[in-house]
C-alpha cells in the first residue's frame, strides 16, 4: 500500500489493509490509523475465530460470498491484508474513503 492508503483496487478486486480489535461490544468501523482501518469485532482471538468472524461480516457488508473474501497475510496477527473479491457494495461507513 502506498502513501496513507489502506485499500487499493486490483482490477475489480479490493485489497484492504486492516487492523482488529477482539472481543469488543459491536462490530464496527473505527477509523484510519497508519495505513490500516481499525475495525472492532465481537468475536474472540481464539481458534481462528476471531478470522471466521471477520469474514463473515465482511462478506455480509460487501455484498459478496464468504469464499470471496481472503485473508492474504496476517492470519495469525491482528494487523491483515484481506481481498474482497468483486464487491458488490461499498459500506456507508467506508464507501467515500474507498472510492474508485
Known amino acids: 500500500m502506498n502513501g496513507a492508503r489502506w485499500y487499493r483496487w486490483d482490477d475489480a478486486d479490493l485489497v484492504v489493509q486492516i487492523k482488529v480489535i477482539p ?9 484510519v490509523q497508519n495505513d490500516h482501518m481499525r475495525v472492532r469485532i465481537t468475536a474472540p482471538p481464539v481458534d481462528g475465530k476471531a478470522n471466521a468472524h471477520l469474514i463473515a461480516w465482511l462478506a455480509k457488508l460487501f455484498g459478496v460470498a464468504k469464499s470471496a473474501v481472503a485473508i492474504e497475510a496476517g492470519e495469525l496477527g491482528r494487523s491483515k491484508r484481506l481481498r474482497i473479491r468483486t464487491p458488490q457494495r461499498l459500506p456507508d461507513d467506508i464507501a467515500p474513503r474507498a472510492g474508485r
Open 23 to 31: 472481543k469488543a461490544s459491536s462490530d464496527a468501523f473505527v477509523g
